[in-house]
């Protein structure tokens, strides 16, 4: 009986280590399934072709010297899927690249500070390994310099300086045009003037000047100038030193309010000033 029972003991436990053996085995077949699986799913991900490229961005009323901060480029597969995770190469010929980007879970890539100089048409172009080529022309119009008087010069007696002369200037797309040289001229060659004539404009695009004066008597125009761009002021008069005549005391209409003003005009005409008299000049 004692025989039996060992021989029984004997039959179980190798019983056991085959059922033990077996499940490891089964164990390492379930895992190598399920690596090929994520392989094949990979496989199919990569053989998907791409099916429409979108601009996120509107690509019109583009200016030359305005920063397009992040062009967004939304790439969809033929079967509706966005394309994550897929390396863009993008090119504008002419003007930038190759720049690779990948895009990101949502299928979207983004490219930076892009920046023309010069005005055309250019070819962005938007790669995908070799299979793929999207283009589309995008036309970037010359961006000019807009420049305004806010505050215009007033006439002034000859030497005096002018008022406060404020200006401001936009690129065409309404971009501030800030950091920007202005030149202040007149509309008349072979006129000097004093002062400081060339400024820099503000992070507004807003320059003033504060202390022209010019010595010739007549009438002129400012003439602002900013890279190739200009304006012109209002007339002003630049008159020769005069005397404005106070007749405030003389009652008017009086005989001595006349013989006050005719002694002055006689007087200072002579000289070749100028009279001003109840806002009329003689």
Known sequence: MVEILRVLGKIVSKISVAFSFSSKQQEKVTDKASVNVTVNNFA??????????????????????????KLAVKVIYTNGMVASEIPLEFIVENAYGPVIRNTNSQGIAYFENI???????????????????????????????CLKFLEQPLSINSKEVLNRILLKANYLSGTKAEKLLVCIGLN?????????????????GVVFFDNLSLIKTGVYKLKATCKGEYVYSEPFHVYPPGINMNFESCRAGSKEETEAFLTALLEKQSQGDIIKYNGEEF
Do not use: A, H, P, W
């Open 188 to 204: 008349m060659e072979n006129v000097s003037f004093s002062g400081i004539n060339e400024k820099i404009t503000d992070e507004n």
């Open 44 to 69: 199919n991900k990569n053989s998907l072709e791409i099916g429409q490229v979108l601009f996120l961005n509107k690509l019109e009323n583009v200016y030359t010297e305005d920063v397009i901060e």
């Open 115 to 145: 920046k023309f100089k010069e005005e055309g048409r250019y070819k962005f172009c938007i790669k995908y390994g070799k299979e793929y080529n999207y283009n589309e022309i995008v036309e970037v119009k010359l961006n000019k310099i």
